[in-house]
């Protein structure tokens, strides 16, 4: 994917979302460098908004994940049925630890948020939980991502 070409053709915010949104399904799409360069390239009072729109490019690709492990579409689970019982009963009851779990992962990508994205949609975790952690751990996740680079631009300036 040409970065560059994009944002000519889409402009800086359409293009954020739309590389984040892709990063979102296909692991291969690294919406951190692409954050990188948009940061060094734009002025530190854009910066909140493209923080924002990576933020809601990326979660609206995982609420899609999600509700695919939900049963909005129909993924091979049969032979893991009983152990997905065995995690709803375990891990159900335990939503502090969920959240922060949820949260943990979308901030530091350990385990990968996109499993994990499936998995709550797979044990039926709250969408609206699922969809609060995985913002905030997405939102200062890029939020360093994007401000990081301009600290550098104000020192180096």
Known sequence: ??????????????????????????????????????????????APFVVLIATFGQMTAKAII??????????????????????????GKKRIASNLFIFLSAFTGLPPFYIISILAGVIKFKFMSFLLYGFLGRLIRFSLVVFFPQLFKEIFK
């Open 1 to 46: 994917m040409n970065f560059d070409k994009l944002i000519v053709q889409f402009g800086i915010y359409l293009s954020t979302y739309i590389v984040c949104l892709a990063s979102g399904f296909l692991p291969f799409v690294n919406a951190e460098v692409f954050l990188v360069l948009v940061s060094a390239i734009t002025p530190r009072h854009r």
């Open 66 to 91: 999600y509700l695919a492990g939900r049963g909005a579409l129909k993924l091979p689970l049969k032979k893991y049925e009983q152990k997905l019982d065995t995690i709803i009963q375990k891990y």
